[in-house]
């Protein structure tokens, strides 16, 4: 769910008349690693290496910790904000609920995306419009215990051949009764005869311990226009 434009100095796949260029790059951003050609059966292997963080604790414990070092209380008094420490209950494990998805994009009404219950959406996701610029919502809560280094990550392959992907570091958030809001930076779709078509794509959201609280298998279309139904 998502690509970029081209930074400056790297080739497009595309070149301006829609043509498509020899070298076959056309959706992926500068700071993957991956390789362009990878298929969906090749599998996420950076997602799959879980970072050893040592032992949890809860939240009361971590504010109880180092509570006579003056600098670290108000820094763990600043992530905490307002939460009641006595009302976040004893769980080592925090919990992160991804409340809703959009797509926003100037000049139309925000694509509010439905959240399946089994992850898979069926059928057609969404259509985005070739050329558009747009931006990710999320909106989530966090509860139980502080969640560390919260990502999004989203890979797109089209005919089986991934053309794209991305990580996106969320943050840090602690536990609050308020849901929080995450705009992602503005990408812009690619364009052209060879851009339009069906994709598929996996999108999850990934904790610094390799937790993942959400995770979505969908498709979607690239098409010259947006669908008359969104």
């Not at 008349?17 to 991956?34: A, L, P």
């Not at 003056?70 to 976040?88: A, F, H, P, T």
């Amino acid at each position: 769910m998502g690509f970029e434009e081209n930074k400056e100095g790297e080739k497009s796949g595309f070149d301006d008349s829609g043509d498509e260029k020899e070298n076959h790059g056309n959706m992926k951003r500068v700071e993957s690693e991956s390789s362009l050609y990878e298929t969906e059966d090749d599998g996420e292997d950076a997602e799959g290496n879980k970072i050893e963080l040592g032992p949890q604790c809860t939240l009361k414990e971590q504010f109880e910790k180092d509570k006579d070092d003056e600098s670290l209380r108000k820094w763990k008094e600043q992530l905490l904000g307002n939460v009641d420490i006595n009302n976040v209950g004893e769980s080592l494990e925090p919990d992160v609920k991804i409340l809703s998805l959009s797509i926003v994009s100037p000049g139309r009404s925000d694509i509010i995306l439905p959240m399946p219950e089994n992850g898979k959406p069926e059928g057609r996701w969404f259509t985005l419009k070739e050329g558009c610029h747009y931006n990710l919502k999320f909106s989530f809560q966090v509860s139980h215990n502080i969640v560390a280094g919260l990502k999004y990550t989203n890979n797109v392959w089209k005919t089986g051949v991934r053309v794209y992907n991305i990580k996106e570091m969320l943050g840090t958030f602690s536990p609050q009764l308020e849901p929080y809001t995450y705009v992602t930076p503005e990408e812009t779709t690619p364009s052209g005869y060879f851009a339009r078509g069906s994709y598929s794509a996996k999108s999850r959201f990934v904790d610094d311990d390799n937790k993942c609280y959400l995770e979505i298998s969908y498709s979607f279309d690239i098409r010259k226009d947006w669908a008359n139904a969104e």
